[in-house]
């Protein structure tokens, strides 16, 4: 079983890999891992925006940050990402408004979801890849918890990131059929359920193949389900729900694609293995 599972992804899938699981040794590349960190949380704190204001119909790019309470323009230095929340103690410097504690916890999972990726990778066109992807889910997270929305804007040009990305790594066939397979599957849980999951979590399915591929994209499916499954069983038992409730599907789904992204093949050899 175990030849199998190390031949069911494409070797492609390996390429450039750059095993630092026993931990970074040398200075140079505790360098590279600090900066990998800090561009992550950069890179969370523009998620930031994408997640607030991309379901508002705003530009994403102009004008600056300002504080959603009195919308004062955030000055630049309170605007560094996890330091400025620190010293600012969680509160607006003009109105004293209390800042959301997501802010910086979006952040830190964006630096550390970039620096486990750099250690598994290295500085290799699948770390860049992957790192879109993540990011895409990520902020995909959020904005499903709070709009119950999947925007096409962002599921439609991850589709084609993903399979550009799967071209560069010579796994197009693999991705476009995990691709049509996760969309398909979706499109006959909609029919079946009448409406408890929406066109949004097919499309969502269908970008996680597109970057995932087979068969990856199951281990992201079942995890899925399962956490989703547990949390809606929670949210009802605690009474914080009915079974009439629409309960978001897309933060299992991201959650399901960052954890197979990084554990998958992992826990496909458990599973085969056993």
């Known amino acids: 079983?175990?030849?199998f599972v190390e031949g069911a992804l494409p070797r492609a899938y390996y390429f450039e890999y750059v095993d630092r699981s026993p931990g970074i040794a040398h200075n140079h590349d505790v360098m590279l891992a600090i900066l990998v960190f800090l561009i992550g949380l950069v890179l969370g704190s523009f998620a930031n925006v994408?997640?607030?204001?991309?379901?508002?119909?705003?530009?994403?790019?102009?004008?600056?940050?300002?504080?959603?309470?009195?919308?004062h323009?955030?000055?630049?230095?309170?605007?560094i990402p996890v330091v400025g929340y620190l010293l600012l103690?969680?509160?607006?410097?003009?109105?004293?408004?209390?800042?959301?504690?997501?802010?910086?916890?979006?952040?830190l999972v964006s630096g550390i979801f970039l620096l486990l990726l750099y250690r598994r990778y290295g500085f290799s066109p699948a770390f860049f890849g992957y790192s879109l992807f993540s990011l895409m889910l990520l902020a995909i997270f959020f904005i499903?918890?709070?709009?119950?929305?999947?925007?096409?804007?962002l599921t439609y040009p991850g589709i084609a990131a993903g399979l550009i990305f799967s071209t560069l790594t010579g796994r197009l066939t693999n991705a476009i059929g995990a691709a049509l397979g996760?969309?398909?599957?979706?499109?006959?849980?909609?029919?079946?359920?009448?409406?408890?999951?929406?066109?949004?979590?097919?499309?969502?399915?269908?970008?996680?193949?597109?970057?995932?591929g087979w068969p990856l994209i199951a281990v992201a499916l079942v995890i899925s389900f399962v956490f989703g499954g547990?949390?809606?069983?929670?949210?009802?038992?605690?009474?914080?729900?009915?079974?009439?409730?629409?309960?978001?599907?897309?933060?299992?789904?991201a959650l399901g694609g960052m954890i197979a992204l990084l554990w998958g093949e992992a826990l496909l050899r458990w599973y085969l293995g056993r």
């Open 50 to 71: 994408v997640i607030y204001r991309l379901p508002r119909g705003e530009s994403i790019l102009f004008p600056g940050s300002k504080c959603p309470h009195c919308g």
């Open 89 to 107: 103690r969680g509160r607006c410097r003009d109105c004293g408004a209390l800042i959301s504690l997501r802010y910086p916890l979006v952040e």
């Open 230 to 253: 547990i949390v809606g069983l929670l949210l009802v038992l605690l009474k914080l729900r009915t079974r009439k409730d629409v309960i978001p599907f897309g933060p299992a789904l």
């Open 182 to 212: 996760a969309g398909l599957f979706f499109v006959v849980v909609i029919l079946v359920s009448r409406g408890g999951m929406g066109w949004g979590d097919a499309k969502l399915g269908a970008m996680m193949g597109a970057f995932l």
């Open 73 to 79: 323009p955030i000055r630049p230095y309170d605007n």
């Open 144 to 153: 499903d918890l709070d709009h119950r929305i999947i925007p096409n804007l």
């Open 1 to 3: 079983m175990r030849g």
